[in-house]
């Protein structure tokens, strides 16, 4: 089955720093990579995905990298502000069914 | 429209009690999953229905452990003779189809005492 590796799980940057989150996938053939923020207390919520037919995808400051080869994918926060301070998740499809959800990166964004 | 929508949102109870977690997934989504989320861990998944079927139960922790959706909408997740170990967020998400944007629900926080 699908094994999703996310790195790091803590990242710290200083506010209006850009930070990388990187996850890794191990189905060559998973097309689907979605992209959860998780505040403290609420419910995760798709900030950004892509599909395999593409390499990259911007939405404002957030940017999603594919590498299809090396498979692995990496999301990408510019000018970070305080409320980007939240747990983050990766995943890739199982068998075009499930999810395979990351073990998230706790990011804070100090002020 | 409405999104998903989970009940009760907090739930306490004693070992050895049986709870019911209930999900309304967006109307027109096939496909409903359901996580568990320790504190400050990461999703752990446990169940998920297409249709009113459920292909893949392989991440039920134990028998304790059931679900089951009728009328290919609401679900529900009974945990019987609970332990101090399923002490959790227990999410519920759905998608229109199989393998699409899940989107979640808030969840019910479960304390088993």
């Known amino acids: 089955g699908e094994n999703v590796e996310q790195h790091p799980s803590t990242l710290s940057v200083q506010e209006g720093d850009s930070a990388v989150i990187k996850c890794t996938y191990s189905?060559?053939?998973?097309?689907?990579f979605p992209w959860y923020k998780q505040e403290l207390g609420k419910r995760p919520q798709l900030i950004i995905d892509?599909?395999?037919?593409?390499g990259e995808k911007k939405d404002q400051r957030i940017a999603v990298t594919l590498n299809k080869t090396a498979k692995h994918f990496s999301l990408h926060i510019t000018e970070t502000q305080p409320e980007d301070s939240a747990v983050y998740f990766c995943a890739a499809p199982q068998g075009a069914q499930k999810l395979v959800f990351g073990q998230g990166t706790r990011l804070t964004i100090n002020p | 429209g409405a999104g998903v929508s989970q009940s009760p949102s907090n739930k306490v109870t004693e070992k050895g009690k049986d709870v019911e977690l209930r999900c309304d997934p967006i109307?027109?989504?096939?496909?409903l999953y359901w996580y568990r989320q320790s504190l400050g861990q990461g999703l752990e998944f446990l169940i998920y229905f297409q249709g009113n079927s459920a292909p893949d139960k392989s991440g039920l922790p134990s028998d304790r452990f059931s679900a089951e959706r009728t009328g290919g909408s609401v679900s529900t997740l009974t945990i019987q003779r609970t332990q101090q170990e399923d002490s959790a967020v227990y999410l519920c998400?759905?998608?229109?189809?199989?393998?699409?944007?899940?989107?979640f629900g808030p969840g019910t926080r479960l304390l088993v005492l």
């Open positions: 892509i599909r395999s037919n593409v």
């Open positions: 998400a759905s998608s229109y189809q199989v393998g699409e944007t899940q989107y």
């Open positions: 189905d060559s053939a998973s097309n689907y």
């Open positions: 109307s027109g989504h096939t496909a």
